[in-house]
């Protein structure tokens, strides 16, 4: 989708390196979800963000939503195998949350 | 105890045939979703059904006709195949609440010769 850039397309990066995904709108967001996805798999739901400036961790992994609530980044620290798939992020912009515009997403590889 | 389930997880079928996916929920869910992924990994969303009635049909072709008998079941049904029709297919479901997540199926891929 055009309203939403995620970048990089791909990433490889050597087991304990840290790592970010941007996700970037071209219009102010209700809500921006990350979502991972290994291959042959449904998605799962990471972190979702809502306010600006708001930031959020599990494990290793932040992510954090700009004040103007357009761009959004998923930051990985010390990397490991596991954490390798495919990262999408989705954008509510109507509100309701029943409709997400996902991005064109991050396939992570991690190399043991 | 799974939470979305689809079936079946793997169609191979030829031009012109029609076919069914179907999608049950466990969750409780009023809100259910089918979603089209491309080769490129592009996810973009079809349907949106909540409480059995249709609220999102985005601009999809009128061979793909949801039908959800009930609030935890939402099947997908394609008439005249066509190969652009190939990708793997989502069902999602959410509860009707704002800025909720949506819970994945393991998806249907569906390959069209």
Redesign the interface.
Known sequence: ?QELEQSPQSLIVQEGKNLTINCTSSKTL??L?W?K?KY??????LM?L?KGGEEKSHEKITAKLDEKKQQSSLHITASQPSHAG?Y?C?A?FS????????G??T?LTVLP | DTAVSQTPKYLVTQMGNDKSIKCEQNLGHDTMYWYKQDSKKFLKIMFSYNNKELIINETVPNRFSPKSPDKAHLNLHINSLELGDSAVYFCASSPDRLYNEQFFGPGTRLTVL
């Open positions: 989708s209700y809500g979800y979502y996805q042959g798999e449904g998605l799962i739901f979702m809502q495919i999408l989705g509510d509100g309701s949350a029943r409709q997400l515009t996902f064109s997403g396939q």
